[in-house]
């Protein structure tokens, strides 16, 4: 559905803020090119990265900026417990259906922005969750399984940052988990820079998802491991729910969080996230 196969938004050379499209063929080459000042892009204008997108020229890309804003966002969708791995790293069961929480969209953050850590999550069990994101392209509801990918405007990566004490422990959360204010704090969210489109990865069954803090590989899985795959999601998120254009569904993460550790290595201030 998308008029784009790799969407950005950047700062043109003028001080112009655009959406583009990369010219590359490679995703690696975004951050390759941009770093050598090589990077260019067919400007896409319009409002939204979402909405209709006029094609414009050719031209060099100064700066990239944050893909998605929070105003962007209607709301973010979660899947809790979606790789086989993580489920059985964190000692449970695989679940009959998605397990479903929601973010706020004051949680979505840019892709290299800090992440605060509020007062009251300050209990060293900050983690990390490398995820695949969905980004919905059109509002749809009750949406059948097999047409779920032409509601899907592209994929990125995003983190899920989760305050495990208000998670899990029992002095604060209770005896159930406790998932939608452990890791619903401002900028608990941040989204890759870039959004794929399915017509080049299709359902996005077959990708490689790592995450590396401070250069440290912690997560290293195929999305092949997800439990509940895309479209499976999208259907099973819109049944009875309006499904709106903008709104960002995570996943879910695979196994190698700090909280599946004998010895947890949470994140401290100052560690960097990829």
């Not at 706020?104 to 007062?119: H, K, L, Y």
């Not at 790592?210 to 997560?219: D, I, K, Y």
């Amino acid at each position: 559905m998308s008029s784009w196969n790799r969407l950005i938004r950047f700062v043109k050379d003028n001080g112009a803020e655009s959406f583009g499209e990369p010219c590359i063929e490679t995703d690696q080459q975004l951050t390759d090119q941009l770093a050598k000042n090589e990077l260019w892009a067919i400007a896409l204008n319009g409002p939204s990265a979402v909405g209709p997108l006029v094609r414009g020229d050719k031209v060099h890309v100064h700066a990239l900026r944050d893909i998605l804003k929070p105003n962007d966002v209607p709301i973010v969708r979660c899947i809790g417990l979606n790789y086989m791995k993580h489920i059985q790293e964190g000692g449970r069961k695989p679940p009959p259906y998605p397990s479903v929480f929601l973010k706020p969209s004051t949680t979505i953050a840019g892709f290299d922005e800090d992440i605060p850590i509020p007062t009251i999550a300050q209990d060293g069990t900050v983690d990390y969750e490398g995820e695949l994101a969905v980004v919905i392209g059109k509002t749809g509801k009750d949406i059948p399984k097999s047409s779920a990918l032409d509601f899907v405007a592209g994929y990125c990566v995003a983190n899920d940052v989760s305050a495990r004490g208000w998670q899990r422990d029992p002095s604060k959360a209770g005896v159930v988990p406790q998932w939608c204010f452990s890791k619903g704090f401002d900028k608990f969210a941040p989204l890759g820079p870039m959004l794929v489109a399915p017509s080049l990865v299709g359902n996005a069954s077959d990708l490689h998802l790592r995450t590396l803090v401070n250069g440290e590989e912690r997560q290293n899985t195929s999305t092949g491991d997800l439990l509940f795959g895309v479209e499976e999601i999208v259907s099973f998120c819109s049944q009875g729910t309006t499904l709106e254009a903008g709104t960002v569904i995570l996943t879910g993460t695979p196994s190698g969080v700090a909280m599946g550790m004998k010895e947890p290595k949470y994140l401290n201030d100052g560690d960097v996230v990829e």
